[in-house]
């Protein structure tokens, strides 16, 4: 058995710092695992007892008669590395570590966090700011969370790990109040050693998880939480994850528009979307979601048949799936005979949805066929029961009729309890049919449960795609490149970019507009000013007659602007009748985006946009690539919108994984990269990248 699996399902348990008084903190794990059924030996530790609680209590570790498979340490920050330190002689597998004040606190806390570390060597660590772990599955309470104050639990297939202790209480009494199973919950707080990525990678291996639920503040290995994740996919088993800070409480500085449109969070969206992370946009969410998709009922459609006994709560679940892209659509004809001869009498309208059963709605039998009758039928892909308050009058029959449905079809069946009524949601739940207090609940459950069933693994590397990475990159230079050098990176790799010369004064521009067609773009050259336009450092539609007074104003407005002295200039062939859009990098600590959109100068004010997370293991395709160019509004304007010509998307895409390609092959030393715009041309005429920023970094600075 592996240290963590010990960790999980330990025979004994040495508690540190142990009280005889249960009512505080050092006092709850001893009672808790007493209290809750564990079978295994408990050995509370403190010199100032000679038993806690019946127990023999021992004066240090070094007294115990064997090395616990656990110690949980109850000391304070400045004395629990001994404790550790103790622990780790004995062989003891793992320590939970429940103290604040390391790293969480600042410089001091980190070096405190440090000596932890050290002090554990090779034994594993949960902690420290941790509240401890919870196996319900298996009786064993390692934790002194006061939500253990609840006699009893539900136990169900809903693994959970949070980096936040108090969200681990909060979670397990939600839970036990609303009679939602529950497998194992795991705070992982300041992750000094364990971490998030370790738990999911355990709960796709635990027969009785299910479906496992996380609490993300945020990510420190983003590759092993990748690895872990996909690994769940692989298992069939959903990830569902509530991230907190959504918002941006300022946006760094960027050379390009693409740090401004990418942002930390999207990072995270677009993470979570690639390895078949389901997000809860809302806390309850992450309740709420699980507990669906724990039924392992399969959502294969977007048919959605409403049976309700309150015509106004009908009404908010059809208008709430609505919302998201659901049909609500009436029974086909042969379904409707069949609600019709349900009927006892001539108070209820079945053949139109929402289906209304009224007062019919206290005859279990009625609504019992009534939901057999649909999840038969062809026309629905699930089932959502509105219990009213007439349900009031006889919860256990509802629930009762509801429950016995379910056997002979697949098809989710869930619930939307209308009145406050706890006991009914409970108990609905603990019949196995997801019960929920909102109709945006019930949406979202079937949302995600569509999700979980479209995500498809992302393609493996080919051997082909490693040929094409082999550009020599040698020779590139360090530092922000200026537009010329930047995008002749592009160039290397296979990216179309529009034909330009690089001057110095009024005679070289005139030569090269002359070269370059009837009109050409005049724009400063510069290493250290990127957004050109701010400053007058950008021309267009000029001719080989008017460049060169243009030139000299261009240099006199620059330097107005910026007291930098304009000495090079680009001269560009100008290009008309395509689309623009932006295409570049962001990085970040969860890594690499590919970022798509509308371009020009309105980029970060439409802010339409797309993000790929980039990977080595699972390089961009032309099937990803394509994908993010439909996901944009802007798609019609490419695909022939109101009788434009259509774009030529082939060369839009082929551009798209050429840029990717490059990312993956400057790996850490390309910082931040941008087309914008990227000119998309009629059929047949492919794509130029019409201006360009990159910053690289050094090969000692990457290192």
């Known amino acids: 058995m592996n240290p963590i699996s010990k960790l999980m399902r330990p025979a004994s348990v040495a508690v540190i710092g142990a009280s005889a008084d249960a009512a505080k903190t050092s006092g709850r794990p001893v009672a808790y695992l007493r209290k809750h059924g564990f079978d295994g030996d408990i050995y509370p530790v403190n010199p100032r007892y000679e038993s806690i609680d019946g127990l023999p209590c021992y004066p240090d570790v070094a007294s115990l008669p064997q090395a616990p498979d656990v110690g949980i340490v109850l000391l304070g920050a400045e004395r629990a590395h001994l404790a550790v330190r103790d622990l780790a002689s004995r062989g003891t597998s793992a320590a939970i570590v429940l103290a604040s004040g390391y790293a969480e606190t600042g410089e001091e806390g980190a070096q405190r966090q440090t000596q932890l570390i050290e002090a554990a060597g090779s034994m594993r660590l949960l902690g420290p700011n941790t509240i401890g772990l919870v196996n319900l599955t298996d009786r064993i309470t390692l934790s002194a969370s006061g939500a253990l104050e609840t006699d009893a639990f539900t136990v169900g297939g809903i693994g959970v790990v949070s980096q936040s202790g108090g969200i681990l209480g909060s979670l397990l009494s939600r839970a036990a109040a609303r009679g939602i199973g529950l497998s194992k919950l795991v705070s992982t707080s300041n992750e000094a050693d364990l971490d998030m990525a370790d738990f999911v990678d355990y709960l796709v291996d635990d027969d009785s998880t299910s479906v496992i639920a996380l609490y993300m503040e945020g990510l420190r290995h983003p590759d092993r939480f990748r690895r872990a994740a996909l690994r769940a996919a692989t298992a069939g088993k959903p990830v569902v994850v509530f991230k907190i800070g959504r918002s941006e409480s300022g946006a760094r500085s960027a050379v390009s528009h693409t740090g401004a449109l990418a942002g930390s969070d999207r990072m995270y969206d677009a993470l979570f979307s690639q390895i078949g992370v389901i997000r809860a946009q809302t806390f309850s969410d992450l309740l709420d979601i699980p507990h669906a998709l724990a039924t392992r009922r399969k959502l294969s459609g977007r048919r959605i048949a409403i049976l309700t006994s309150t015509g106004g709560a009908g009404t908010l679940v059809t208008d709430s799936l609505g919302m998201a892209n659901f049909e609500t659509p ?77 056997p002979g079809s697949d098809k989710p069946v869930m619930a939307f309890v209308s009145p406050h009524a706890p006991e009914i949601t409970r108990l609905l739940n603990e019949h196995g049919v997801p019960a929920f207090p909102s109709p945006e609940s019930v949406t979202s459950a079937l949302a995600a449960m569509w999700q979980h069933g479209k995500f498809r693994q992302p393609a493996v590397t080919t051997g082909e795609q490693h040929a094409e990475a082999e550009v020599d990159v040698s020779d590139l230079p360090s530092g ?193 990269a941008e087309i914008n715009p990227l000119f998309v041309l009629p059929a047949g005429q492919g794509v130029r990248a019409a201006d360009g920023v990159a910053v690289l970094a050094s090969d000692a600075a990457v290192e």
Request: proline fraction near 4%; hydrophobic fraction near 45%.
């Open 480 to 672: 922000s490149l200026n537009e010329a050098q930047a995008k002749e990176l592009f160039a290397r790799f296979g990216v179309n970019v529009v034909r330009e010369r690089v001057v110095t004064d009024p005679n070289e521009a005139g030569s090269a507009a002359r070269e370059l067609g009837e009109k050409v773009v005049l724009k400063l050259l510069s290493n250290t000013i990127t957004h050109k336009s701010d400053v007058g450092g950008v021309a267009v539609g000029l001719t080989a007659d008017t460049i060169g007074a243009r030139l000299n104003r261009m240099r006199d407005d620059v330097e107005t602007a910026t007291g930098v002295c304009a000495n090079a200039f680009l001269v560009q062939e100008m290009v008309s009748g395509g689309t623009e859009l932006i295409l570049g990098l962001h990085r970040d600590p969860l890594g690499t985006a590919l970022l798509l959109g509308m371009g020009g100068l309105t980029a970060e004010l439409f802010k339409d946009t797309t993000m790929r997370l980039l990977s080595a293991d699972a390089p961009l395709s032309r099937d990803d690539a394509m994908e993010m160019i439909h996901e944009l509004k802007t798609w019609p304007l490419l695909n022939g919108y109101r009788g434009r010509p259509r774009a030529d998307v082939d060369a839009l895409v082929s551009a798209i994984v050429a840029f990717a390609r490059m990312a993956v092959r400057l790996g850490e030393r390309i910082v931040e």
């Open 330 to 406: 009436p029974p086909d004809e042969a379904t409707a005979a069949k609600l019709r001869a349900l009927q006892t009498g001539d108070h209820a309208v079945l053949d139109r949805n929402p289906i209304d059963v009224t007062l019919a709605g206290l005859q279990p039998a009625l609504l019992r066929g009534a939901i057999g009758t649909l999840l038969d039928s062809p026309t629905y892909d699930a089932v959502a029961v509105i219990v009213g308050s007439s349900g009031l009058a006889m919860p256990d029959l509802m629930a009762g009729a509801i429950r016995d449905s379910l």
